[in-house]
């Protein structure tokens, strides 16, 4: 596994991020604000917040139910892995809290627009006072937009504020002071092909969970993008199916969260956040 230290992490990038005061919107659930008028998922979407999509599609939309499925067949391509990884990750309670896997791009951008509307909901019900129930039927406006984050947006998380040339992996130092890794990615030493919860390792800068490792993530644009447990900081994977592309004024490293993939189908190490646009 490579080994990169960078300049240690200064007090000062320990405190919590704030919107600045002329930002009055309200912070969309799950989120934290990223700039202007965007918010960003603090995490990876888990898989408790697909399955309650699941549930609502299965009560509302049921012909959408099947269509909506992941394929949790995915984990047979890793070799070797427990088959209760594709009888149990999705459904299994030890499991809610690890980033959903096996999703395709069509799949996230249905489940964001579900999202969008479920938010504007919510807020439509408590401003205005609304009695609700799974039957109500009403016009509400759409107050959020949520979506993919496009790879300049997802770049931007990613950098968290600081220099791009100085820290090109989004953190200050890739260990803290105990000498844990700041995100999970592969280990030779481990060889654990698995995903962790979504809040476990340490938060960027802007107090967003796991833009280094975990799972990469799905962007707008048709981009991967950021590592994933089975790659090595340097962005090497033993699956040669992962293989990331470096922008052209990439600093000499294997990797950078500059760094992409092309999108081609699901997987076991591809999952997604969203962005979410407070409109006016």
Same mark, same amino acid.
């Given at each position: ?13 320990? /405190?919590?991020r ?17 700039r ?16 309650? =999509? ?8 049921p ?7 992941? !394929? ?8 070797? $892995? !427990? ?13 809610? !809290?690890f980033?959903?896997?096996?999703? *395709? ?6 489940? *964001? ?17 609304? /009695?609700?129930?799974? !039957?109500?039927?009403?016009? =509400? ?23 791009? =040339? ?40 802007? /107090?967003?969970?796991? $833009? ?14 950021g ?18 592309t ?25 999952? =997604?956040?969203?962005v ?5």
């Amino acid at each position: 596994m490579l080994v990169l230290v960078l300049s240690c992490a200064s007090e000062k990038f320990d /405190k919590p991020r704030k919107k600045p005061k002329w930002v009055k919107m309200e912070t969309p659930p799950g989120t934290v604000w990223l700039r202007d008028s965007l918010f960003i998922d603090k995490h990876e979407i888990s898989n408790l917040d697909y399955l309650q =999509f699941l549930w609502w599609l299965s009560v509302k939309e049921p012909t959408r139910f099947k269509e909506m499925l992941p !394929d949790t067949n995915v984990w047979i391509s890793l070799g070797g $892995m !427990d088959t209760n990884y594709v009888k149990h990750y999705l459904r299994h309670p030890a499991y809610q !809290d690890f980033p959903i896997v096996g999703i *395709s791009k069509s799949q996230a951008e249905f489940y *964001s627009n579900w999202r969008s509307a479920r938010i504007s909901e919510m807020m439509h019900v408590r401003d205005n006072k609304v /009695k609700w129930n799974l !039957d109500s039927s009403y016009n =509400f406006p759409i107050k959020v937009r949520c979506r993919l984050p496009n790879k300049e947006e997802w770049n931007f998380a990613a950098h968290a504020g600081l220099n791009y =040339f100085q820290y090109p992996l989004g953190y200050e130092s890739m260990y803290r002071k105990d000498s844990v890794l700041v995100d999970y990615v592969y280990d030779n030493r481990k060889r654990l092909f698995r995903t962790v919860w979504v809040e476990s390792y340490f938060p960027n800068r802007f /107090k967003i969970y796991h $833009m280094l490792g975990n799972v990469s993530e799905l962007t707008s644009d048709g981009y991967i993008k950021g590592l994933n447990f089975l790659t090595n900081l340097d962005g090497t994977s033993p699956f040669s199916e992962i293989k990331f592309t470096r922008e052209p004024d990439s600093v000499n490293l294997g990797y950078t969260v500059k760094s992409y993939m092309k999108y081609e189908k699901p997987a076991a190490w591809l999952g =997604f956040r969203c962005v979410c646009e407070v409109l006016p």
